[in-house]
């Protein structure tokens, strides 16, 4: 179970630095190899942003649109509101709830 939520803790930590990363370090250059990595190892891969978000509105569409080409499976939500913490305190309880949803039962 931990490993699963380290996964999901990565997934989300990747998403959310898509625009500090350039190159080869950029999440966009693993989306080839996702859907096949992911159907090895099922990942549950979300993320969100702020419909007013300028620094990482654009990242997150391209790589929400590169997943989409690439049939990578993922949740991918545009809300109301730029890059602030009352944007992610009005969705981290549904979203910590959803990735908890997708975790592995115990074995």
Do not use: I
Not at 48 to 65: C, I, K, M, T, W
Not at 69 to 92: I, K, T
Request: with cysteine.
């Amino acid at each position: 179970m931990v490993r699963r939520l380290r996964r999901a803790a990565l997934a989300a930590a990747v998403a959310c630095a898509v625009a500090a990363t350039a190159g080869a370090a950029s999440a966009h250059s693993f989306v080839s190899s996702l859907r096949r990595r992911f159907a090895k190892r099922p990942t549950f891969f979300a993320f969100y942003v702020g419909a007013q978000d300028s620094r990482f509105l654009p990242e997150n569409r391209q790589l929400h649109r590169e997943l989409v080409a690439g049939n990578v499976p993922h949740v991918f939500e545009l809300y109301g509101g730029g890059h602030s913490q009352s944007l992610w305190l009005r969705h981290a309880t549904p979203w910590l709830r959803l990735a908890l949803d997708h975790l592995a039962p115990a074995r």
